[in-house]
């Protein structure tokens, strides 16, 4: 199943890091983090991926067409214009770079990628989330519903504590960034029947939430995958900084997931 990852936005909110790059080339830890999300379907076993360009995609382009020198030690003779590989290692990944327009919104960069989907079924997920979500379970769980797109629903971490306070003003307890605050948001990491493309228009300010979600929500067609483990986006400096923190701590769930969901 092809997995497809959009990556055109501006992302403006993180201005401070895309004013020369495109969002999921920002590094956690050194690498994109186009290269967590990918990593995290690896991991699990899917490889062949669609990746939809727009703000700075040649960025992403130079990336991958230098992938394997990035992954590789090197020996160069410049005298004699000769390199030497002395060892790599790549990732088994089929990588496809689709330029989808630099002013679409989401939902027409979408629609552009259509031709490229030769199966029932594919995936779909955000450039700029990463998790520890089973896509195996998401998968069997959308083939049990009646829908053309199933999303993962999550709750985010709080950013800030709750105060529990009685009648007379007094503080009763100290809630710590309560988890969701009970509401479960859009987290990305779809999947789709290909009869999805027929509820897209080919309008470049076709928007992924707003004119394809929410109709198939009020026709009953789409399904939300509860994940209560791990997720977080990558919108601001500030998650970025979160990001890297965990990774310096050794507290990277998305990391972890192989041995767990492939034994």
Request: glycine content about 8%; overall charge negative.
């Amino acid at each position: 199943m092809k997995v497809a990852i959009l990556a055109g936005g501006f992302g403006t909110r993180l201005s401070e890091e895309t004013n020369h790059i495109p969002k999921p080339m920002v590094e956690i830890g050194g690498k994109p983090i186009l290269w967590h999300i990918m990593n995290i379907y690896s991991q699990q076993g899917f490889n062949d991926f669609i990746i939809m360009l727009g703000y700075k995609g040649y960025v992403i382009k130079e990336y991958f067409a230098n992938y394997f020198l990035h992954q590789s030690d090197i020996s160069i003779d410049l005298k004699n214009n000769k390199m030497e590989i002395l060892n790599s290692k790549s990732e088994p990944w089929k990588v496809t770079l689709i330029d989808t327009g630099l002013n679409s919104m989401t939902g027409h960069r979408v629609k552009r990628i259509e031709k490229f989907i030769d199966e029932d079924q594919f995936m779909l997920t955000y450039g700029d989330g990463v998790s520890d979500v089973d896509l195996n379970k998401l998968i069997d769980f959308h083939n049990k519903q009646n829908s053309i797109v199933t999303l993962t629903a999550v709750q985010p971490q709080g950013r800030f504590g709750s105060l529990n306070i009685n009648q007379n003003n007094t503080i009763v307890n100290f809630n710590e960034k309560p988890k969701g605050d009970n509401m479960w948001v859009n987290g990305g990491f779809f999947v789709a029947d290909t009869d999805v493309f027929d509820h897209i228009n080919n309008d470049s300010q076709c928007n992924w939430e707003d004119d394809v979600l929410t109709p198939l929500a009020n026709k009953n067609l789409l399904s939300a995958y509860k994940h209560d483990g791990f997720w977080q986006c990558m919108d601001t400096l500030r998650e970025k900084v979160l990001l890297n923190k965990m990774l310096e701590e050794n507290n990277a769930p998305w990391l972890e997931i192989g041995d767990r969901y492939n034994d």
